[in-house]
């Protein structure tokens, strides 16, 4: 077991961490929920006062001129969509017109995947890893059966690793013949596992294949650069981005794939100059707008505007360094700590090769998420034994990464997560 002695020097190198890495932000810019650890930025992001601020000004807005907000002011809501693209195009490495901010990373999912599967006799498979985000398998199926093929012919799983990892080599030979699409993460949601996303866009690429990526895990963390990287991509803006409680979702169409047909059309998909003409033919924006549906939640977009402007001036490679280091230390308290009670680290240790949050793996998993976060420190749990720590690099430091690892050792060593094992307790676990 631990000494006190291990205690004491993991504390002393938090210290020093933390004075050599300090903030990329103002401390005070993040509400990290008051009281907590929070570890579960991969989740749900904190509020803020910028993004708080947005939607008050949008809320009074709308008291004010009522449906004039639409088209009066500096900021019309007509472009509120437009002008959320622009600012988080250059976090992500996007040109003008290749980002649309729209709905939820589900829906556009489904948007790009409807309009760039163009199945033929021969090629006609869809590349998936096996235990991929359940959304996007459930995409992938649901498109095969509206198309009228079987997920079970049609479908291409690429399976893990014994270790639990996906091999890139593996990933690169599964872009066969008979395969048009795929569907990758940048960072696996399980166990933090990153992805080469520019090495397999490329290969993918040169077999003829195309692949969707889903950056919800990367992006906010990762410096992205998507206009040089990849072709078709969609990310979800509530985790490292903070948007709020499911902000609008994000898609990425490379400009050498515009203008497009989206396979679903809606008229707020179209050229903002034709939307109010009202025409029954759809005349489609010429950029990725296009695969914009229906009116976007003038407050939800707010609350992402807002909260986008914390990265201002923050450099995305000081953003992935910071979680470089908070997630190697994660790692190494975790060996200290808790491998002696049978956790093991279940994320690569390589640096490159993990996003922002780490697994443990324990069979107990269930349990000592709900006693971790009775104690107030919130991870989460994934099946089948996994609990995701993510020390998210904005508004994380090293003695926090310190104080959860050793919150966890003292929960194991007093079996207090045994009051958690019955799994009527684990009903509501997000
Ligand atoms: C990889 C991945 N894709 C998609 C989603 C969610 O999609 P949506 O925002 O449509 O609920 C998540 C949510 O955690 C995710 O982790």
């Avoid at 489904?110 to 869809?126: K, M, S, V």
């Avoid at 095969?144 to 080599?169: K, T, W």
């Avoid at 280091?325 to 790692?331: P, R, S």
């Avoid at 069979?363 to 998210?392: E, G, H, M, T």
């Amino acid at each position: 077991m631990s000494t006190p002695h291990t205690h004491h020097a993991l504390a002393a190198e938090a210290a020093a961490l933390d004075l050599a890495w300090p903030r990329l932000v103002d401390p005070h810019a993040l509400q990290v929920p008051e009281g907590t650890l929070y570890l579960d930025g991969n989740s749900l992001g904190p509020s803020s006062a910028a993004a708080a601020g947005a939607v008050r000004a949008a809320l009074d807005r709308w008291a004010a001129v009522g449906v004039l907000g639409w088209s009066d002011g500096d900021a019309p809501w007509f472009h509120a969509a437009e002008r959320t693209a622009a600012r988080l195009a250059p976090l992500v490495g996007a040109e003008a017109g290749e980002l649309v901010v729209a709905g939820t990373t589900t829906q556009l999912l489904h948007q790009l995947l409807a309009t760039f599967y163009r199945p033929t006799a021969e090629r006609f498979r869809i590349v998936i890893e096996q235990g991929a985000f359940p959304t996007d398998r459930h995409a992938v199926n649901s498109l095969l059966a509206a198309r009228g093929q079987s997920p079970a012919r049609a479908v291409a799983e690429v399976a893990p690793s014994a270790q639990g990892f996906l091999d890139i080599d593996e990933v690169a030979a599964a872009f066969r013949p008979d395969v048009q699409l795929a569907v990758l993460p940048g960072v696996v949601y399980t166990t933090g596992q990153r992805l080469p996303i520019a090495r397999l866009d490329a290969a993918a690429r040169r077999a003829g294949v195309r692949i969707v990526w889903d950056l919800s895990h990367s992006v906010g963390l990762v410096p992205h650069r998507l206009h040089d990287e990849v072709e078709l991509a969609v990310f979800c803006t509530y985790k490292y981005l903070n948007g709020g409680p499911g902000s609008p979702a994000a898609a990425f169409v490379h400009r050498a794939l515009l203008p497009i047909a989206p396979a679903h059309q809606g008229w707020w998909g179209q050229d903002k100059a034709a939307q109010f003409g009202m025409r029954e033919l759809w005349a489609g924006a010429s950029d990725a707008g296009a695969l914009q549906l229906g009116t976007p939640s003038v407050l939800a977009l707010a609350a992402l505007e807002g909260a986008l402007t914390l990265y201002q001036g923050v450099a995305m490679e000081d953003v992935e360094a910071r979680a470089g280091m908070l997630t190697d230390f994660l790692c190494r308290a975790s060996d200290a700590l808790l491998a002696p009670w049978g956790v093991r680290v279940a994320t690569p240790r390589e640096p490159r090769g993990r996003g922002g949050h780490v697994a443990l793996a324990h069979p107990d998993a269930p349990a000592l998420s709900l006693a971790l976060r009775q104690r107030r420190v919130i991870v989460d749990y994934r099946p089948p034994n996994l609990l995701r720590l993510a020390p998210a690099p904005l508004y994380t430091d090293a003695a926090d990464v310190l104080a959860a690892v050793a919150c966890l050792a003292r929960i194991l060593s007093s079996g207090g997560h045994a009051a958690f094992a019955d799994p009527a307790a684990r009903a509501a676990v997000t």
